[in-house]
């Protein structure tokens, strides 16, 4: 009985270790040329004092975007989503780390990953994005 308590205890401590953070539960579908908003966000709110987060692309590992020292770094930008990736920056501290995509193009088609990093903490979540209407004859 002992030992069975101990296990169920390290798995709740797995579980609790890190930050949630939550996404769509499915993908977002958005025509060409149109906007799209790719959730992020945490429940609780946090300081932008030692925060940390970064959107990339799944597939080739391209920053798309990143917030860290309290302001976005559009410097450190993949010059394709220079003007296009936004954060709503008055959200942040609510926790929310959405990402704001304009001007979609059929080259935006695939898989996001948000990665939020406060003191020893992280997590993640992953956004997927169909642009409608490519392939489509």
């Not at 953070?21 to 958005?30: E, H, Q, T």
């Amino acid at each position: 009985m002992h030992r069975t308590n101990c296990v169920l205890m390290s798995v709740l401590l797995m579980i609790t270790d890190g930050l949630i953070v939550k996404g769509p539960s499915g993908p977002l579908v958005a025509p060409l040329g149109s906007s799209v908003v790719l959730p992020c966000s945490v429940d609780q709110l946090l300081s932008v004092k030692g925060l940390e987060v970064e959107w990339r692309r799944n597939d080739s590992d391209t920053l798309v975007h990143l917030f860290q020292d309290g302001e976005s770094r559009t410097e450190a930008q993949q010059q394709d989503y220079q003007d296009r990736a936004h954060f709503f920056t008055e959200e942040i501290q609510r926790g929310n780390f959405s990402l704001h995509l304009d001007d979609l193009r059929s080259e935006d088609e695939g898989r996001y990953t948000c990665t939020v990093y406060i003191q020893e903490e992280s997590g993640e979540t992953v956004v997927e994005i169909k642009v409608d209407g490519v392939g489509e004859y």
